[in-house]
Every structure is written in C-alpha cells, then in structure tokens.
C-alpha cells in the first residue's frame, strides 16, 4: 500500500513557474512507476509525465520543454518543475504509482494559471 500527497499548487500568471511534490509513505517506494495527471474541467484526465524506477522519463507533448520530473527514492519524493506556464496548464495534477496490476493516486493538487 501506499499513500501520495501532493503539494505545491497555487495560482501563477501565464510564463510562471511552480513546483510540484509528491510525498509517498508506505514501503519499496523505489519499485515503482512514478507519474503526474492532470484533468481539467470537463475533460479526461490525461498523462503529463512519468519517471520509472531506474529513471527514465516521458512527457506528453504538450509539456516538453517547460516541465521536468524527478525522483528522489531516498525520500520518497516526486518532483516536477514546471516553467513557461500557460493557461491551457490549468487543471488539478494528481500524483501517481504503479506497478503491475497496482495503481495508487493522491488527491490532487489544483494550478491555476491565470492573469
């Protein structure tokens, strides 16, 4: 089992930057797919990026270029930077682990980019 919190949320004008973070607790921490999820208002949750555990990395298009997640197993933390922020980024970001047939979520975090 394991538990995700996400912080770092907020609003920032459009070519902000924010920081995002996922602490999980529970065990093996290590062994899983790390990734952030987005959803907007009245669209489909949608993958933003994922870390494996050996640290490979993947963007949707959409982010490529202006976000960057991280990992660190030592703290069981997540990160992702995220710069160059645009309107179209606003939505709730939800953390994810996975392995195998396990999926874990945290409860989301809300961007808001606005002027």
């Known amino acids: 089992q394991v538990q995700l919190v996400e912080s770092g949320g907020g609003l920032v004008q459009p070519g902000g930057s924010l920081r995002l973070s996922c602490a999980a607790s529970g065990s093996m921490f290590s062994i899983y797919t790390m990734g952030w999820y987005r959803q907007a208002p009245g669209k489909q949750r949608e993958l933003v990026a994922v870390i494996t555990s050996g640290g490979s990395t993947r963007y949707a298009d959409s982010v490529k270029g202006r976000f960057t997640i991280s990992r660190d197993n030592a703290k069981n933390t997540m990160l992702m930077q995220m710069n160059s922020l645009k309107p179209e980024d606003t939505a709730v970001y939800y953390c994810?682990?996975?392995?195998?047939?396990?999926?874990?979520w945290g409860q989301g975090t809300q961007v808001t980019v606005s002027s």
């Open positions: 994810n682990a996975h392995k195998l047939t396990y999926d874990y």
